[in-house]
């Protein structure tokens, strides 16, 4: 499934951005669900090295999906985006 970058997900990337931490700093505080909204739910996993979120879509269906803070860094300067998620399970 892709999806799309909107509104909703570029906040989250801000709140993400604006901690100015290294992935280093983000592995030691990681979280499975620091970031949430009403489609969003995720954090920094240190093994993977990278933001994994859960989006759910207005059926309730579950998809994965995961970044790293670099690719974060070239979605919020594009100003756009599409993200391959996954069926989760």
Known sequence: M???VTKE???IFAM???EDKSENEWAEIESDDMFQSKHF???F???ERAFCF???DDDGIEYWFQLSL????VIVEQGSGVIKARPAG
């Not at 670099?70 to 860094?73: A, F, G």
Request: charged share 15%; with cysteine.
């Open 45 to 47: 996993d240190a093994t």
């Open 9 to 11: 997900l570029e906040s």
């Open 54 to 56: 859960s989006y759910y």
């Open 16 to 18: 993400i951005l604006l």
């Open 41 to 43: 739910c995720g954090g």
């Open 70 to 73: 670099s690719e974060i860094l």
């Open 2 to 4: 892709n999806i799309l």
